[in-house]
């Protein structure tokens, strides 16, 4: 097809409104108010297309009759290829706006928070969009790699495991939500298996060694220096070991949530990470511990902290298991204690000791039949766990 048909001075001396070929797909078109603009036309599957050029000029923002056939010709080559000019021209590629990781884990973020229950999983997903993966915030989602993962998560992986599984475990989901939004492709490299365990250590063999979890026969000497100490952080710890629950569901315990009659702490699925209510059978010590609360209750919290109507915080509680002897340790871990004794030195069924800990156990369908909650059967696990964090012997069930 025959090309270069036109020439400046014939494009100046254009009056007529009407469109004007130069050849192979390139074409000027005159407006009735005078205005020229270049556009290139091309067929694909038998369907007309046509994509604008800019307009016809020379100066700045304008575009000049040598240049209309630099970006003509260039169209015509994609078109050649089997590619699609408006998506594939250079210039249509950088005016593109990059999306970057850091967008899409905010847009993640505003996505998902209706579904999370409680405040406290925004935050760490905020905390992770803005501190720990501050450096991946501006790269493009599409083009994160693997060096890319590795690099953010090496400094946390040898100092802090938990967190840098869970930073990585966060990187594949806002990764998997930029591929369901069409914004990158390919393999997600955040993945674990088969792919990153092939590069960091497994969060196994980094912690071995790190015993975060009291080891069960040391928790009656630890408790008693708990029980020896004053002060609501150490009868929040003693109380929080005795009903293993955790943490944050034993400091923001309400009186509403206690029947001393019955001996029952119903913990509401608000407050639950399962978000479902959990019953928790008290035995006689916790149930003492809650009478000498109860003398110097100031609000409608068991354990308030020193700030009106907050409970107290997590660091009290460290803090006391610290004063006793447990340095290294975490509150969290005596779950973990809790669960070595029943498995080690009883006979009560696994599932029961689950239920303690308010764990789902069996598939969907096991738990459809399984409606109960085993409380009887808990309170007698229960009272054996606070005799032998009183003495250290075993009572089994």
Known sequence: ?????????????????GIYGD???LYLRVQPSGSRSWVFIWRRFGVRREMGLGAYGSGAGHVSLALARTKAE???QIVGAGGDPKADMAERRAAVRV???????????????????GAKTAVAWERFANAYVKGLRSFPVD????????????????????????????????????????????????????????????????????????????VPA????????????ARALEFCILTAVRSGEARGAAWTEIDLASQVWTIP??????????????????????????????????????KGGKPLSDMTLAKALKTAGGAGFTVHGFRSSFRDWAGEETTYPREVAEAALSHAVGDAVERAYR???ALEKRRALMAAWADFCASGRVSDG
Not at 99 to 117: H, L, N, S
């Open 1 to 17: 097809m025959a090309r270069h048909k036109l020439v400046d001075a014939k494009i100046r001396s254009l009056t007529q409104a």
């Open 23 to 25: 050849g192979d797909g």
């Open 74 to 76: 260039e169209a015509r």
């Open 99 to 117: 999306v970057t990781f850091g967008q899409i884990a905010d847009e993640y973020i505003e996505t998902m928070r209706p579904k999370w229950r």
């Open 143 to 218: 083009a994160i790699s693997t060096d890319d993962v590795v690099r953010t998560l090496r400094p946390l992986w040898h100092a802090k495991p938990e967190t840098a599984s869970k930073v990585r475990e966060r990187i594949k989901l806002v990764l998997d939500h930029a591929k369901a939004r069409g914004l990158r492709t390919g393999d997600n490299p955040a993945t674990w298996k088969g792919h990153l365990d092939q590069i960091l250590p497994t969060q196994s063999a980094l912690t071995r060694g790190h015993h975060a979890a009291v080891p069960y026969k040391d």
């Open 222 to 233: 630890l408790l008693a220096k708990v029980r020896s100490a004053s002060g609501a952080g």
């Open 269 to 306: 699925p608000s407050r639950m990470k399962e978000g479902k209510a959990h019953r928790v059978p008290l035995p006689s010590r916790a149930v003492e511990i809650l009478r000498e609360m109860q003398k110097v209750a100031i609000n409608e919290l068991v354990f308030p902290g020193q």
């Open 371 to 373: 409606r109960g909650d």
